[in-house]
């Protein structure tokens, strides 16, 4: 006997169809965001790239299939008018935020007894005030629309244990998006938004080269299970799941994705 799919059980296209919705997300000129800002596109979305390199969003926007579907804004992560006004953008080019994808960080080697002042508050202010900033805003304007809506953060295995060592202030900005997501997802809920997080390994983006050559690469993938690093939309896929309605029951939860590298503990 073939059970009939409830109204609260819909067939798997609708789940993914993200059509209907305005997504917003940040660092999506390149790398990771960019790999994310494809996959939502393709899914339906209305897309808003915002990046602090400008020219960079404008190029990543014209590869996207409808131009009609995608805006671009200039905007550093860490300044609260910069938050308001992108999704100023998004609401005055589409109508409406359902989906903020928190993907913009900074990420610099430093080993600990190295590492200034500058840098650490630097790393704090984009990796952690940044989801904050950027949360506030697009959970004020989900909440005066009504409807509910989604957060995802791109966090890192470094908020769950070090795997890399040279970075304890980014490791710690991370730790801390996993403490503020806890608390979001609590206080967001009632209004039916779901905030949760992304945490991602290794991946080969251009902010990886500075860190690691090709030789500790390819060290580093020894020691994943999955026998290599990832590549942007081993990520960007996850957030989709998290972005559509096959995640409709998810909240204040974090979802490592790293091919099973933290399963072996620090890697370099």
């Known amino acids: 006997m073939t059970e009939t799919p409830s109204p609260e059980s819909p067939p798997i296209g ?5 059509s209907s919705k305005t997504a917003l997300v940040t660092g999506g000129a390149m790398g990771i965001g960019l790999g994310i800002v494809r996959r939502l596109h ?4 209305n897309v808003v790239i915002a ?3 400008e020219a960079a969003a404008d190029e990543a926007a014209l590869e996207l299939s409808d131009p009609t579907r995608v805006r671009t804004i200039a905007a550093d992560v860490s300044k609260a008018e910069d938050a308001e006004a992108m999704v100023r953008a998004a609401v005055d080019a589409f109508g409406a935020l359902d989906i903020m994808v928190n993907n913009a960080g900074i990420y610099q080697g430093s080993a ?4 200034g002042l500058g840098l650490a508050r630097r790393t704090l202010d984009v990796n952690l005030l940044g989801v904050m900033l950027c949360s506030q805003a697009a959970a004020r304007q989900m ?3 009504g409807g509910g809506g989604r957060i995802v953060n791109v966090n ?3 908020g769950v244990n070090p795997s ?3 970075l304890a202030h980014y ?3 991370k730790h801390a998006v996993a403490g503020l997501l806890k608390t979001m997802a609590l206080e967001l809920a009632p209004h039916g938004i779901s905030v949760n997080n992304v945490c991602p390994g290794g991946v080969r983006t251009p902010g990886l080269a500075p860190l690691l050559d090709e030789a500790a690469i390819v060290e580093l993938e020894k020691r994943i299970p999955k026998g290599r690093i990832a590549v942007p939309d081993d990520i960007a896929r996850v957030v989709l799941f998290l972005a559509s309605g096959l995640a409709s029951y998810m909240t204040g939860t974090q979802i490592v994705v790293d091919g099973g590298q933290t399963l072996r503990g620090c890697a370099v």
């Open 14 to 18: 609708e789940l993914l169809d993200l």
């Open 171 to 173: 490791g710690a900005s």
């Open 112 to 115: 600990f007894l190295d590492t």
């Open 42 to 45: 393709e899914a339906g979305a």
């Open 143 to 145: 909440i005066a629309q």
């Open 164 to 166: 890399v060592l040279g």
């Open 51 to 53: 990046d602090i390199a």
């Open 156 to 158: 890192s295995v470094e």
